[in-house]
């Protein structure tokens, strides 16, 4: 993950309602170094110290790093004054610590990509030998149609296409949890309202969201902030709330006017194996009610 407002509450949401065993980042909203302190702070908010955090790539596998401080500030989680990290990063890489998670693990590992997947990509590439105890890639990231980061493409997807190209490509089973359904989970000022409610932690969790909702405001026009992120984890939590398609998945790669777009073969034109469960609904009330559910469990510490 690359925290990141939407991160953050995809983070809160999978320490409650999964069994989170490690955390690893990534450069993407903004550099490497503060994705990997907000993931600290956002962990020591709720007393989480055991949950493994690991510093993965700080660069794309073939490109300049892209960032959004436009949409998240200097810091990458601008608004309300979360603590300090009580805690340090653990002394593994992304890779070394996936590894020893999904090799260690007596049952197939969920992996949930929330920012540009330059870590999974390697981890795919480095240890092709644990492929087969990994359940599954459920990824926030793509469209089948418009963009927000240039017309055509999402911004995980974007930022590091040849590495998405390579999930994409994995075999392994992929679910794209894209702009599609995630901009149906928006953040209306009624919602922020209610997660405020909720305690300490819904009121950190709905400053986010205000500052959030104001860069929203600024480049896209939107009072209604998706919590992008939080989708792909609610996903796994309850598959139920999300509607998918299969669909053969292609990454532009090569064209700079397309970087980054997920061709989407919706009809199986193409007449390819697909290759992804493409979300194209979601059950948004109970998105909604399993984060407040949620939230409202999590103390701050």
């Known amino acids: 993950m690359d925290p990141g407002h939407d991160d ?35 962990l020591s908010l709720i007393g989480r110290g055991d949950v493994p955090v690991a510093a993965g790539a700080a660069a794309p596998l073939e490109r300049e790093l892209y960032t ?16 300090a990290p009580a805690f340090g990063p653990d002394g593994r890489g992304a ?17 949930i990509p929330t920012g540009p997947m330059t870590n999974v990509a390697a981890f795919l590439r480095e240890r092709p030998d644990l492929k087969e105890n990994v359940d599954g890639i459920v990824l926030m990231g793509g469209s089948i149609g418009l963009g927000n980061t240039t017309p055509a493409a999402e911004f995980n997807i974007y930022v590091d296409p040849e590495a998405a190209r390579i999930v994409f490509g994995s075999g392994l089973p992929v679910t794209m949890v894209g702009l599609d359904v995630t901009h149906l989970a928006g953040a209306t000022p009624e919602r922020r309202a209610r997660i405020r409610r909720l305690g300490p932690v819904g009121e950190a969790v709905a400053g986010l969201l205000e500052f959030f909702a104001s860069t929203y405001r600024e480049v896209y026009a939107l009072d209604a902030p998706p919590i992008h992120d939080a989708v792909a984890v609610a996903a796994v939590v309850d598959p139920a ?61």
Not at 68 to 83: R, V
Not at 95 to 111: I, N, R, Y
Request: proline share 5%; aromatic share 4%.
């Open 95 to 111: 890779v070394e610590l996936m590894a020893d998670v999904v090799g260690g693990s007596h049952e197939p590992v969920t992996l």
């Open 8 to 42: 953050a509450v995809a983070l809160l949401l999978a320490c409650a309602a999964l069994d989170l065993r490690g955390v690893t980042t990534v450069a993407g909203n903004v550099p490497l170094e503060k994705t990997t302190r907000n993931a600290l702070r956002v």
């Open 241 to 301: 709330l999300l509607k998918t398609r299969p669909m053969r998945v292609e990454v532009e790669c090569e064209s700079e006017l397309t970087r980054g777009q997920t061709v989407c073969d919706y009809h199986g034109v193409w007449g390819l194996p697909p290759n992804a469960e493409v979300g194209v609904d979601l059950d948004v009330e109970a998105f909604f009610e399993l984060l407040c559910g949620t939230l409202e469990r999590l103390e701050a510490r």
């Open 68 to 83: 959004a401080e436009n949409i998240h500030g200097e810091s990458g989680l601008d608004g309300p004054e979360i603590p």
